[in-house]
């Protein structure tokens, strides 16, 4: 898969809150989602269990099976060199890439910023793809070359899948490796975002308009057509016996959903991009007496309210915050004999913003949050509130001139 940023970007979402640590490299933190042993157990079983006893039906299961493993393992392997590849020219042209996650539909390469030139953009993209393209070369070529058979390697380019059966298991190994980085290579280049080709596409438009927005649009436009073109694919396969068309239509949904959310995301960017929290948090609001006692506070502030989170102060010194959520877990009786500070979080376990934070690093903190405001803190004291709607709210009065 194509580098992404934010929630449609590299950055995004979605693989890594249930994934295991498992090195560096080049200081890139390498990760393993939960879903990648879904697709490592299809593709051994798929290998063992059809595409090697087809190759060689007098293969032992043990030989069968070791084989699908280690071309498994492998297969992954080179998944990563993939996404490493993105992440080096990344990192060359100061675009930080703190990690890498292999997940369900290949690998993410997490950059905490866009390329800012159509040029950068494109040589990130495409070196994903040429990547895939040499490792397969390098496979089929070595493959060949371990076979020693010359006859054999004329009966292979001419497509007589029988002499596959005189193959021995790393020479077999080599050639399904590259195939289907060949078929990685090929599949990555459709120019659809937020694929690898889509990528490569949106830096052309970019580079021939000057305007990242419209390049984006079309790009993602290209991408949920191709993604529905896929599911359309998938749902024909079904009709006609193909369990396969699951797949499509999976892959389909997944590459509609990412092109969606992934222009989405540079359109918040863009409108938030110049902004800091200070521009948008919310400056009305109230704080209560650390030693205001609870049934006080419910009375006077909590129903009579609509702010769910207030700062607890003892004179002018801040020492936390209390929330709905925070009163919430506590009986009426319960409630009785406390005060504020019985029920604050203390200053040492919130979590806050800055004044000067940048307000689309702040959105993916906010998101993180749910409905519950953030304190914004300058020099010891609250300054503001902000929640992660008031900045959706913010972008839907600013954004339709960038949508348009």
Known sequence: MSNETGAGNRNSPAPGRHSLSLFKIFGIEIRLDIS?????????????????????????????????????????????????SHSVV????????????LFLFGGMAETSSEPDRPKVEFLVAIIGPVTSFVIAIACINL?????????????????????????????????WLGSINMVIAIFNMIPGFPMDGGRVFRAIIWAMTGDQIQA??????????????????????????????????????????IASMSYKQLISDTVLRKHR??????????????????PDFVERHLLRSSQVLWPVVDGEQLKGIVS?????????????????????????????????SRAHDALRRLAGAGDEPMPVIRDGKVC?????????????????????
């Open 36 to 84: 990648v042993v879904i697709i490592f157990a299809l593709i051994v079983f798929s290998l063992g269990s059809g595409v090697f006893p087809q190759w060689h039906p007098d293969w032992s299961p043990l030989l069968t099976w070791t084989t699908a493993i280690i071309s498994g393992v492998v297969f992954f392997a080179s998944l990563l060199a993939h996404e490493l």
């Open 90 to 101: 990344s990192q060359h042209y100061n675009i930080p890439v703190p990690r890498i996650t």
């Open 143 to 175: 493959a060949f070359w371990i076979a020693d058979d010359a006859q054999l390697v004329r009966e292979l380019n001419a497509g007589n899948a029988e002499a596959l059966s005189r193959l021995g298991a790393v020479s077999t190994a080599l050639l």
């Open 216 to 257: 984006t649009r079309w790009a993602s436009n290209a991408g949920r057509y191709f993604g529905w073109l896929l599911m359309f694919l998938g749902v024909f396969f079904l009709f006609n016996g193909a369990l396969s068309g699951l797949w499509w239509i999976l892959i389909g949904w997944f590459i509609s959903s």
């Open 277 to 294: 929290v200070s521009d948008l948090m919310r400056t009305r609001f109230d704080d209560v007496s650390a030693n205001m006692s609870l």
């Open 324 to 356: 709905l959520n925070d009163v919430a877990e506590l009986s009426g009786e319960e409630r009785q004999d406390k005060s504020v500070k019985d029920v604050m979080r203390p200053l040492d376990s919130i979590d806050y913003l800055e004044p000067d």
């Open 384 to 404: 503001g509130l902000i929640q992660h709607r008031d900045l959706v709210k913010w972008m839907s009065l600013h954004n339709r001139s960038l949508d348009a």
